[in-house]
Every structure is written in structure tokens, then in C-alpha cells.
T-cell receptor, first 115, second 111 residues
Framework: GAGVSQSPSNKVTEKGKDVELRCDPI?????LYWYRQSLGQGLEFLIY????????KSGLPSDRFSAERTGGSVSTLTIQRTQQEDSAVYLC?????????????FGPGTRLTVL | QQQVKQSPQSLIVQKGGISIINCAYE??????FPWYQQFPGKGPALLIA?????SEKKEGRFTISFNKSAKQFSLHIMDSQPGDSATYFC??????????FGRGTQLTVWP
């Protein structure tokens, strides 16, 4: 089967615009994670979902960031009023469940550039 | 606060040599320690992982050494090959699966 897919692969936007990033996890994976990879901060956790529920949103950098998951499958990360410091690669991962030793499979990421 | 500290930041090794990357952690609640390999333009991919009740795990040319008392673990790549050139991340996690990553090590293997 297919791995984790993300779209778009690249997104260039102007400061102040809203963007939506999409993640399609591996079929049957109940857990879904969003991470952000940037030169200054490395790989940082943003949020995770178990099913459609996001119990811990503390990793989101500001209230401009939000995420949702529908049907226990596709997830969307939305960034409102984008800022230049939001420029990074946004990675999505999925796993069979939230148990620590369940492998997380990563998508190729969406490279966001805010001009 | 960086929960997992990784060194070195970059590493250059001759083909056939041994590459060693070190990581340290503070949170004794961590119960799973994976290593991820990332090639340019790709997402990280699981390379090898270990639980803290094991001191060493070997898979092919890749070995994790784990020292629970020192709260340190390391990745050894034996007989390093140019195809191993990538960025390597150590990580740690507990139940709920959120990964805490090290900053990464960019490995270059010269032919």
C-alpha cells in the first residue's frame, strides 16, 4: 500500500495569508502526528491525533496554528496570517497507535515559504 | 529545553570506516529510542530502535549501544558506505508516541 502522502509538496505564500497543509496517513493508522523541521529548531512536535481527537495541542507555536482530522483519516494543518518565521518543512507521520514502539511513518513533507 | 542532545552536528568518514553518533537524554520515563535516517527532500525513515532494558541491538551494519545508567545511547555504522550519507536523528519517546528528536547529524562518507 501507499505510504503517508502530503500536499502540496511546496507552498509559497505572502506574509499575512492563510495556508492549509494536507496529510493522508497510511490506511488503518489511528495515530497521526505533525512535526515541523526548520534549520534553527530541528524537528519539533506540533500536535498528535488519536482518531479524530487531539488531546494535546501544547506543541502548536501560537493560536494562528490549528489542525483537524476527519473520519479518522485525512488531517489538515492550518496556519492563519502566516509570518516569515513559519517558513519550514511541515512533516506528517502516522502509526498504528499511540504506543511508544509503534513505528511512525513519515510523509515527504510540505515545504512552506513565507515571503 | 532540548530533551535529547545529539553530537556531533556533522561527521565526515572515509568509505569503510566506522561512523559514531552520540545522544544523551534526561527524562528517565523515555521507554523507546529510535534512530531515523533522512535523505534530502524526503521524510525521516526509521533505521533501528532499542528499548532501555537492552544494552545493544544490531541490524546489519547498524548497531545501537545503550547505557541506561549514563542516560546515553549511540549509533555505530560499520563499514560506512557513500550511500549512508544522510542526516541521522536520534529520538526518544514514551507512551502517546510523541517523538523528541535530537538536532541531527549530517554524515558524509567519502568514497
Amino acid at each position: 500500500g501507499a505510504g503517508v502522502s502530503q500536499s502540496p509538496s511546496n507552498k509559497v505564500t505572502e506574509k499575512g495569508k492563510d495556508v492549509e497543509l494536507r496529510c493522508d496517513p497510511i490506511s488503518g493508522h489511528t495515530a497521526l502526528y505533525w512535526y515541523r523541521q526548520s534549520l534553527g529548531q530541528g524537528l519539533e512536535f506540533l500536535i498528535y491525533f488519536q482518531g479524530n481527537s487531539a488531546p494535546d495541542k501544547s506543541g502548536l507555536p501560537s493560536d494562528r496554528f490549528s489542525a483537524e482530522r476527519t473520519g479518522g483519516s485525512v488531517s489538515t494543518l492550518t496556519i492563519q496570517r502566516t509570518q516569515q518565521e513559519d517558513s519550514a518543512v511541515y512533516l506528517c507521520a502516522s502509526s498504528l497507535g499511540l504506543i511508544s514502539y509503534n513505528e511512525q511513518f513519515f510523509g515527504p513533507g510540505t515545504r512552506l515559504t513565507v515571503l | 529545553q532540548q530533551q535529547v542532545k545529539q553530537s556531533p552536528q556533522s561527521l565526515i568518514v572515509q568509505k569503510g570506516g566506522i561512523s559514531i553518533i552520540n545522544c544523551a537524554y534526561e527524562n528517565t520515563a523515555f521507554d523507546y529510542f529510535p534512530w531515523y535516517q533522512q535523505f534530502p527532500g524526503k521524510g525521516p525513515a526509521l533505521l533501528i530502535a532499542i528499548r532501555p532494558d537492552v544494552s545493544e541491538k544490531k541490524e546489519g551494519r547498524f548497531t545501537i549501544s545503550f547505557n541506561k545508567s549514563a542516560k546515553q545511547f549511540s549509533l555505530h555504522i560499520m563499514d560506512s558506505q557513500p550511500g549512508d550519507s544522510a542526516t541521522y536523528f536520534c529520538a526518544a519517546t514514551i507512551t502517546l508516541g510523541r517523538l523528541y528528536f535530537g538536532r541531527g547529524t549530517q554524515l558524509t562518507v567519502w568514497p
